[in-house]
T-cell receptor
């Protein structure tokens, strides 16, 4: 069965630093990988989608990489701010097919 | 991005009663909608997938007679929790996909259900 692991359950970093979150997967060859942000008691909010033939995607302070050989995606937030504190979920799949979610990483940016 | 709205955001119901949660795609036609359940500090657990005009496909272990899903139109899906029990208390989230959203799936804000 598919297994999607995010490197740590919780990550604390200092404001202004770059946060790097890891998503590793096995037994799956996704055509797309997506990153979502979820705040407590709210539904996930879409951030970025990267395709299997794309190595890197950027959006403002966010950067996602996708290595299909390593079966890994890295999610970076540069110049992090306390407002970036949230749980970040990676998800495989998309379109009319269900998303398979990782376990999530709870990021806390310390002022 | 596309907008998906859920209603109600919070609901309290008595044990044994039924409660309906609505999921609407506001600015696109949702060919496929998904219903999830999420426990505190846990990831989303897929309950069922519904395509407009078809019966929902339920994940293993999800009782279809207890969690009734209807996707009668391209902008609305409903989840009805029948004969609710306290253990059904949870955070329920819907998501939707349509041909105009590319490969991105958009989520509703979630609905907190408390059964007393």
């Amino acid at each position: 069965s598919q297994k999607i692991e995010q490197n740590s359950e919780a990550l604390n970093i200092q404001e202004g630093k770059t946060a790097t979150l890891t998503c590793n997967y096995t037994n799956y060859s996704p055509a797309y990988l997506q990153w979502y942000r979820q705040d407590p008691g709210r539904g996930p909010v879409f951030l970025l989608l990267i395709r299997e033939n794309e190595k890197e995607k950027r959006k403002e302070r966010l950067k996602v990489t996708f290595d299909t050989t390593l079966k890994q995606s890295l999610f970076h937030i540069t110049a992090s701010q306390p407002a970036d504190s949230a749980t970040y979920l990676c998800a495989l799949g998309g379109g009319a097919n269900n998303l398979f979610f990782g376990t999530g990483t709870r990021l806390t940016v310390i002022p | 991005g596309a907008v998906v709205s859920q209603h109600p955001s919070r609901v309290i119901c008595k044990s044994g009663t039924s409660v309906k949660i609505e999921c609407r795609s506001l600015d696109f036609q949702a060919t496929t909608m998904f219903w999830y359940r999420q426990f505190p500090k846990k990831s989303l657990m897929l309950m069922a997938t519904s395509n407009e005009g078809s019966k929902a496909t339920y994940e293993q272990g999800v009782e279809k007679d207890k969690f009734l899903i209807n996707h009668a139109s391209l902008t609305l899906s409903t989840l009805t929790v029948t004969s609710a029990h306290p253990e059904d208390s949870s955070f329920y989230i819907c998501s939707a996909w349509g041909r105009n959203t590319g490969n991105t799936i958009y989520f509703g804000e979630g609905s907190w259900l408390t059964v007393v």
